[in-house]
């Protein structure tokens, strides 16, 4: 994945991937990224949620999504856009945040053929726009195409779940997403519920109870579900030591950080780190 990274010379990139280098990896984006996939069949895992990937699915990912592929046919051939953090906010700067949760809440939609014109053609003219480098509008007008693709994903995505779903949503539904979503903004720092339910404004009990209700986990299981994830990622793709990445995730002391990893998973974190490379 290291190939889609952005620079500050290159903000985006523009090209085709069979994601075989991807398989049993787990990686964290720093940029954002938009796949579609033309042929071939994939599993997925993003943000501890699984897809399947099959002809004209679309995948959005958004800023600090964590990754996984566990299966990529031989025939997978998937176009890809990768353009840097900033870029990305100055086409979202306007938009409303509520569509930024739709975008992360629903990551991944096959469309309809009929349906794929749009982003076939945003292919096209960003590979023409990624070659002309002598372009002094470049970015600009990068900018306004990802804003006006996104305004149409949503468009498209939107429409697609909303015939799908169940009438309405219940109060419980919309606590739950809440929830996933403080968990993806503060869980490098804060691990325990009481956190999640004073920014929720409701008791630790009541959260437990609705996540329960909602998932058929605990709101601890959960949290602790997507620390283990992080740490995973910077055990996988940094050369941090174990106590530096203990201090960045706030653990008291290298100890404590060991013992918690492995009651979560049954092995240390050297030896995890040791069995991937």
Known sequence: METLRTTTEDPFFVGTNNCSDMTQH???????????????????????????????????????????YSYASPDLSISY????????????????????????????????AERTRTINGLIIALEDLYKDKENCFRLQILRNYIQSFLLDIYDKTHRIFEQNRPEGISRQEELFKRFIQLIHQHCLSQREVSFYA??????????SAIVQAVSGETAKNIIDKHVILEIKVLLESTDLSIQEIANRLQFPDQSFFGRYFKKHTGISPLYYRRKLR
């Not at 979202?92 to 945040?97: E, H, K, N």
Request: glycine share 2%; net charge negative; proline share 7%.
């Open 26 to 68: 787990l990686f964290k984006l720093e940029d954002a990224c938009i796949f579609f996939c033309h042929s071939g069949e994939a599993r997925i895992e993003i943000d501890l949620l699984k897809y399947d990937i099959v002809p004209n699915t679309q995948i959005v990912f958004l800023p600090n999504s964590i990754v996984s």
């Open 198 to 207: 004073q920014k929720m404004f409701i008791t630790p009990r009541y959260l």
């Open 81 to 112: 856009i990768a353009f840097s953090k900033i870029l990305f906010q100055e086409a979202t700067a306007r938009l409303d945040p509520s569509f930024i949760h739709f975008l992360k809440e629903n990551p991944v939609v096959t469309l309809p």
